[in-house]
């Protein structure tokens, strides 16, 4: 019995033992053998289906958020608020009458122009400063003695008469060339060419009818062509042109492009910064954090201007050598402005929902920046807020052979025509938003840093969202 007891125990103490080194020897694992429908992974596609939906209804609702957003800047049809002056400075016949069909033109156009009409605008020079002053989007004049001139070239046979001196249309296609090329100039064209061709037809006829018993007269107003074909002409005169096609970069999607790069650089800064984000302090967080930024966004900044320079855009127009200073502290504030309030965000909500929050950001930007205010539904007057339009204005210097009166008149626009074309702005107000945004990206890197540390604390371990 003894025996017996004794060679089971042996035998349980051996089993035990191959049980042990079974348990403890590594279970191989075996890879890539199963199927998309294996009963293992039930659990598995229950996840993955959950997991592949709920980011598709969020990324769902913001393409229909932001999307919207864009497509309703570009709604708007109506050319009521593209202000548009008719200047006379003519007088006589040519002038009296153009005005008078333009304000009649009023009742019978379903969709005008916003027309004013200023008898105190006196000069040449007072019509191009309504444009270069934004008060106008373009201004019609009539020229002094174009009715006169007419007569004098009819009666003198002057071959030398040039029909383009009747009228001007002054515009600057610098200060928004969509708007100009798409909305204002075709609207002006369509109400000015034909009253031209309308009042030439008139004078040519009540000339020739006067004349009509004198061979000679007849004779020599034959021998002015211009006279006769095309009597009356407008001269369009762009006061600064969008002249730098790779200029459209600096001015449209370049501010993408800055939005882009902060966006990137951004997430290589916090993942650096993380390294020893468990060891620093508030304050040392919060150096770290706002001097690399700003490092970055310098030296990001510097090689943006580096490229528009490289690529012929020119930024010594207005400022000589200074521009290329100017523009470069220019483009480091926007992409502080646009950097540092995502930074904030994604330091409360985490860089989990960081893309849907981007494509916002992005949207809101672009819908109010590119097209004329005026030309959109009134919402999108908050972009006078937003960093895209405020990213870019610079002062302009007072235009020598403009009046006094004129010149003060200038006051503001978007800094990058500014530097690149001559065009106005104003400096205090857009880079005082630019810096604002800026503050407020660092009081919310502070506060939600400050709240991260504390909840830290409380779990001791440092989660970083």
């Given at each position: 019995m003894n025996s017996l007891t004794s060679s089971m125990t042996a035998?349980?103490?051996?089993?035990?033992?191959?049980?042990?080194?079974?348990?403890?020897?590594?279970?191989?694992?075996?890879?890539?053998?199963?199927?998309?429908?294996?009963?293992?992974?039930?659990?598995?596609?229950?996840?993955?289906?959950?997991?592949?939906?709920?980011?598709?209804?969020?990324?769902?609702?913001?393409?229909?958020?932001?999307?919207?957003?864009?497509y309703g800047s570009t709604t708007s049809t109506s050319l009521g608020r593209l202000t548009v002056y008719a200047v006379d400075l003519d007088g006589g016949f040519l002038g009296q009458q153009m005005v008078g069909a333009i304000k009649a033109s009023l009742n019978s156009n379903p969709n005008p122009l916003g027309w004013q009409f200023d008898d105190s605008v006196i000069s040449d020079a007072m019509s191009r400063a309504l444009v270069s002053g934004e008060q106008a989007w373009a201004v019609v004049q009539v020229n002094t003695n174009a009715s006169s001139n007419l007569d004098f070239a009819f009666r003198s046979g002057s071959a030398a008469y040039n029909p383009l001196s009747a009228v001007t249309i002054y515009f600057e296609s610098a200060r928004n060339q969509m708007a100009i090329g798409s909305l204002v100039l075709p609207a002006v064209l369509g109400v000015v060419n034909p009253l031209l061709a309308e009042f030439g037809a008139i004078h040519t006829g009540a000339f020739l009818g006067a004349v009509a018993g004198n061979a000679t007269a007849v004779e020599t107003a034959l021998r002015c062509p211009g006279c006769l074909v095309s009597p009356y002409a407008a001269q369009q005169v762009d006061i600064h042109p969008f002249d730098v096609s790779t200029a459209a970069g600096s001015v449209t999607v370049g501010l993408v492009f800055l939005l882009t790069f902060t966006f990137s650089i951004f997430q290589i800064l916090r993942?650096?910064?993380?390294?020893?984000?468990?060891?620093?302090?508030?304050?040392?967080?919060?150096?770290?954090?706002?001097?690399?930024?700003?490092?970055?966004?310098?030296?990001?900044?510097?090689?943006?201007?580096?490229?528009?320079?490289?690529?012929?855009?020119?930024?010594?127009?207005?400022?000589?050598?200074?521009?290329?200073?100017?523009?470069?502290?220019?483009?480091?504030?926007?992409?502080?402005?646009?950097?540092?309030?995502?930074?904030?965000?994604?330091?409360?909500?985490?860089?989990?929902?960081?893309?849907?929050?981007?494509?916002?950001?992005?949207?809101?930007?672009?819908?109010?920046?590119?097209?004329?205010?005026?030309?959109?539904?009134?919402?999108?007057?908050?972009?006078?807020?937003?960093?895209?339009?405020?990213?870019?204005?610079?002062?302009?210097?007072?235009?020598?052979?403009?009046?006094?009166?004129?010149?003060?008149?200038?006051?503001?626009?978007?800094?990058?025509?500014?530097?690149?074309?001559?065009?106005?702005?104003?400096?205090?107000?857009?880079?005082?938003?630019?810096?604002?945004?800026?503050?407020?990206?660092?009081?919310?890197?502070?506060?939600?840093?400050?709240?991260?540390?504390?909840?830290?604390?409380?779990?001791h371990a440092h989660i970083v969202r």
């Open positions: 035998r349980d103490a051996k089993e035990a033992v191959a049980h042990e080194a079974a348990v403890l020897q590594p279970q191989e694992t075996v890879l890539y053998d199963k199927s998309f429908f294996s009963k293992e992974l039930r659990t598995s596609r229950r996840g993955l289906l959950f997991s592949f939906f709920i980011p598709l209804i969020y990324e769902t609702l913001t393409i229909w958020g932001t999307a919207s957003l864009y993942a650096n910064g993380e390294l020893i984000g468990a060891d620093l302090n508030l304050s040392s967080t919060i150096c770290f954090r706002f001097v690399s930024s700003i490092a970055a966004y310098l030296l990001l900044s510097l090689s943006y201007t580096l490229i528009n320079l490289a690529f012929g855009v020119p930024l010594n127009r207005v400022f000589g050598r200074s521009g290329f200073v100017v523009y470069w502290m220019l483009n480091a504030c926007t992409m502080g402005a646009l950097g540092l309030p995502m930074e904030s965000l994604f330091t409360l909500i985490g860089l989990r929902w960081a893309g849907y929050f981007f494509s916002f950001w992005v949207i809101v930007n672009i819908s109010s920046s590119f097209a004329a205010f005026e030309s959109m539904p009134t919402f999108f007057e908050y972009g006078y807020g937003i960093p895209f339009f405020n990213s870019v204005s610079i002062p302009t210097p007072s235009i020598p052979e403009l009046p006094e009166s004129a010149t003060e008149m200038l006051q503001q626009i978007q800094g990058a025509r500014t530097i690149i074309f001559g065009t106005k702005n104003h400096l205090g107000r857009n880079f005082g938003i630019l810096i604002a945004w800026m503050v407020l990206g660092l009081i919310g890197i502070v506060l939600f840093t400050a709240l991260g540390m504390r909840e830290n604390r409380k779990r």
